[in-house]
């Protein structure tokens, strides 16, 4: 603990790696505010990071381990596990048993997990999540310089004079990295190009949008490879010393022709030459990419695609110059070091290179050592569903609904003969299917080390008490480990041995040969382990600390040293749309959303923006379709189906739609948005495709819609549809039936958990003629419950509403209540636009249309909206926009 009660650690989100002063507080949550001295944020954090401390406390948390529904002791789960795991391995040989884990779990759990598995128990069954956000990137970098090099630094986007975003909606998944490169665009003019089939949030500070069509960017790239070569703009001089093969690449790039470019990625020829000229005439040019690259069936291209524009013009390895893939995760990138990929050895080693095993195992001094990569994220699971994988231990992660083929993954979990599931939370849909689970450490609680997409390495540090009976993954691994009788090898007093441990392994028999090195660290004491500033790898033992990118004068990690250029020959996605499905899916994130919501759900401003799942169509798509907004749909693929409430929305490209990933069964009845997306994959990353899923999109028939709030949970689950999210002070739920009730308050009292034996008045009202039925209960006048229901959906004033539980009210207020509506002498801010400062669109559009602001700064400056994260600075400017439209007409 620092200076004042503070502690510095690094937050557990997105892969910009912001660092975090944390203080605890009495109740359990903590005080969080961005550290200023972190070269990754410098003091900001957006409004995920500036929630953590509410999403913490031991409400929902899983206290102990439990064997099915019986808790035990540690022992007792250990010795259980390592027993069938032998028995296990014992019968069926080592490829029977898998791990299947996430970035979400720190370096030193990575470096244990990999060890366990590849070196001891001797299968390269061990995949992580990350499989999902950035494999491509993987094996594009692996292709083109040899090894995962991540060639640049967050700076570079400052110092660029163009930044080319494919597929990155930095704004919303990245935003502090964002706020960075909108700071650096105000102060010299950066020219910002979006490349998205969306028009994201990223687009208001873009000077160019390209609505790309799915799966049209290797064609862009490619075009773009013939324009610079056309151009003249090729940098022979790097070519020459320092690659091969560009002719090859060039020669597949021009395979397609100007016109066939514009074909396939729906862009007029106009939008393609400026792009082109753009890049051709820019030398400090980076070109970020993220999610929208790699989760495709041609991903690995894609990425390679935009390197070779890169290494063709020696852009690359120079400040404000290079290809940088921005990961999803906090860890991601200490996955990738630790060989959290199946096909992936400790230290950035190749599982594939006998040199590189024999130098493991001899390392490690193990036993075993994996002979040829293991089963690769959505490979793994689908051996689970056949029955080839007998055993499978789980670590924070949530496969049931983040993998694609989703309702398959949890067919296979429910018939697998052991899951283990290691986690924070009691029950999530993973661990629905465990036969045992372990109670994790959450963030405040764990120690450790992190890398975020710049190759920097940060501390996370304890600062919270952990409930008493949780314990580190990596202890976790390591006990059942010296269980199976590999002690010596896994007998770490803490994570600073781990850490030691691995430093140590960066630098053995490397000399130079390998990127990944940070034997400087590999006698670090506990103290120095504690005191641990962030530092960028490497860091080969005996140099000094520095900011260090790769490349700019080759040295690439191939046998003679040369970057490859690849040839990247068009492919189309995997499906396309067809009379039955003639909409594409494309699935993302939300802005203050993370993964499955385990935590992030906890953090009730966090749901104020997007407190329910919906499937954004543009207005004519929606129009075809003669559904509106606030319509509840059904959306179907070759997969399976789902229900979301329809959002038109302009920024969608015509024939597209877009679902968040977010939603499990625990907050919503049918959103689990993978359960559409089939499990085709990359052919070298083994990235699933999840942005190009064809669907139909149909009314989902609902007698009636409603809404709910109470301070108790409502009890929603026997309901056609439901959404729920926490509020201040209790809950909130859009429900929805294909069943009219007859006993419209017994149904009331049910959802609102409004039970006999509790002293609540309830004033109803009722009109048949319209099916309009309202409820509100209160106890000594203080609101505690509230439906409203109508045959279509509803016109209530939800945040006023949700505003007005545990609150008394006067007999006047109650009637506005029911009326689901303030007076006209109360604001109502209308839905929360700024999560951060809690400000709804009514205030915002007050000040625009009242006020007379025209810009988002001046917005911000009236009612404190978008100055803190920034995020829905974009969501200002349209109702600027949509202000002035209505001004206009
Ligand atoms: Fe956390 Fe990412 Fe937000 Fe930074 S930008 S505070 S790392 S979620």
Redesign the pocket.
């Known amino acids: 603990m620092g200076e004042g009660g503070w502690t510095r650690t ?9 660092g ?1 002063l944390a203080r605890p507080r009495p109740d359990g949550s903590a005080e969080i505010k ?1 550290d200023p001295e972190h070269p ?2 410098f003091g ?7 929630a ?1 401390g509410e999403t913490m406390g031991f409400d929902g948390r899983l206290l102990a381990p439990m064997v099915g529904d019986r808790s035990c002791d540690w022992d007792a789960a250990l010795d259980l596990v390592a027993t069938r795991l032998r028995e296990t391995i014992a019968a069926h040989g080592p490829d029977s048993v898998a791990l299947y884990v996430s970035g979400q779990i720190l370096t030193e759990d990575y470096y244990v997990a990999n060890k366990l598995m590849k070196g001891f128990i001797g299968t390269a069954n061990i995949d992580t999540n990350s499989r999902l956000c950035m494999a491509s990137s993987v094996a594009g970098h692996k292709r083109a310089f040899g090894s995962d090099t991540v060639p640049g630094t967050y700076e570079d986007l400052e110092l660029a004079d163009l930044v080319v975003l494919v597929g990155s909606n930095l704004a919303w998944c ?4 964002f706020q960075r490169l909108a700071a650096a665009r105000e102060r010299h003019g950066t020219r910002i190009i979006v490349i998205d089939p969306r028009r994201t949030a990223t687009c208001e500070i873009a000077d160019m949008h390209l609505a790309i069509a799915p799966g049209g960017d290797v064609a862009l790239f490619n075009g773009l490879l013939a324009h610079l070569a056309d151009e003249g703009r090729i940098d022979e001089a790097y070519v020459a010393a320092h690659t091969s093969g560009f002719d090859a690449a060039l020669a597949a790039a021009r395979a397609l022709d100007r016109d066939a470019v514009g074909s396939v990625t729906g862009l007029s020829g106009d939008a393609i030459a400026a792009f082109y000229a753009a890049f051709s005439g820019t030398e400090k040019t980076v070109t970020v990419y993220s999610q929208g690259v790699n989760q495709s069936s041609a991903g690995t291209d894609k990425v390679n695609a935009i390197i070779n524009c890169h290494l063709a013009t020696g852009r690359i390895g120079r400040p404000g110059m290079g290809p940088f893939s921005v990961t999803g995760q ?1 860890n991601a990138m200490g996955g990738r070091e630790t060989g959290g990929l199946a096909n992936m050895l400790a230290a950035h080693m190749e599982l594939a290179d006998p040199a590189h095993r024999r130098i493991v195992q001899a390392f490690w001094k193990s036993p075993a050592i994996a002979s040829a990569p293991g089963l690769k994220a959505v490979d793994l699971f689908e051996a689970v569903g056949e029955g080839r994988i007998k055993a499978l231990w789980i670590m924070a992660t949530n496969p049931v609904d983040s993998l694609p083929d989703a309702d398959a993954v949890r067919a296979g979990l429910a018939a697998c003969p052991l899951v283990v599931v290691s986690d924070v939370v009691a029950e999530n849909d993973t661990s629905r299917h465990a036969h045992v689970r372990l109670p994790a450490l959450a963030w405040g609680e764990k120690d450790g080390t992190v890398t ?1 997409s710049e190759r920097r390495i940060s501390r996370q540090r304890t600062f919270a008490t952990a409930p008493p009976l949780a314990r580190a993954d990596w202890w976790q691994i390591a006990q059942v480990a010296q269980r199976l009788g590999f002690g010596d090898a896994f007998a770490w007093d803490g994570p600073a041995a781990i850490f030691r441990e691995y430093a140590a392994l960066t630098g053995y028999e490397n000399g130079g040969t390998r990127d990944l090195d940070i034997s400087t660290y590999a006698r670090l004491d506990g103290q120095g382990y504690a005191a641990l500033a962030p530092f960028q790898w490497p860091r080969p033992a005996g140099t000094p600390q520095k900011e260090t990118r790769f490349f700019a004068d080759g040295g690439y990690y191939t046998a003679d040293g040369r970057a490859r250029f690849v040839a990247t020959p068009f492919r189309a996605p995997a499906q396309t749309v067809s009379q039955a499905l003639p909409f594409l899916l494309n699935t993302g994130r939300l802005r203050d959303q ?1 993964h499955t919501m385990t935590r992030t759900s906890r953090a009730p401003r966090l749901m104020l923006h997007a407190p329910e799942p919906c499937l954004e169509i543009h207005p004519a798509d929606a129009g075809r379709l003669g559904i509106a907004s606030g319509e509840l749909v059904e959306v179907e693929s070759a997969r399976g189906s789902v229900v979301l409430r329809l959002a038109e929305q302009p920024a969608q490209r015509p024939g597209d739609v877009f679902a968040p990933i977010h939603w499990t069964d625990q907050l919503a009845s049918r959103a689990r948005v993978d359960t559409l997306v089939a499990p085709i994959c990359d052919p070298i990353s083994g990235q699933p495709e999840s942005k190009a899923t064809p669907v139909a999109v149909r009314r989902f028939a609902a007698t009636w819609h409603g809404f709910a709030l109470s301070l108790a949970e409502p009890r929603v689950v026997n309901l056609a549809y439901f959404a729920k999210a926490r509020t201040d002070r209790g809950f909130r739920a859009e429900i929805a039936d294909s069943n009219e009730p007859e006993d419209w308050e017994g149904l009331a009292r049910s959802v609102l958990v409004l039970d006999e034996r509790y002293d609540v008045e309830v004033l109803a009202y009722h009109d048949a003629a319209t099916g309009q039925h309202r409820f509100a209960a209160f106890r000594r006048d203080v609101l505690v419950a509230a439906m409203f229901a109508a045959r279509g959906p509803l016109a209530v004033s939800r945040t006023w509403a949700v505003e007005q539980l545990g609150r008394a009210l006067d007999p006047g207020d109650r009637l506005r209540l029911l009326a689901g509506r303030p007076g006209s002498d109360v604001k109502d801010r209308g839905p929360i636009v700024c999560a951060c400062f809690e400000v709804g669109r009514n205030e915002i559009i007050d000040v625009i249309v009242a006020g007379g602001c025209r810009t988002a700064t001046a917005v911000g400056e009236r009612v404190r909206a978008g100055t803190n ?1 920034g995020s829905c600075r974009a969501e200002i400017g349209r109702l600027i926009d949509a202000a002035e439209l209505q001004k206009a007409g």
């Open positions: 690094t937050c557990p989100y997105c892969g910009v790696g912001c975090v961005g990754a944020n900001r954090l957006c409004s995920k990071g500036a953590l990245h935003p502090v990295l906090p975020n993370w994260c």
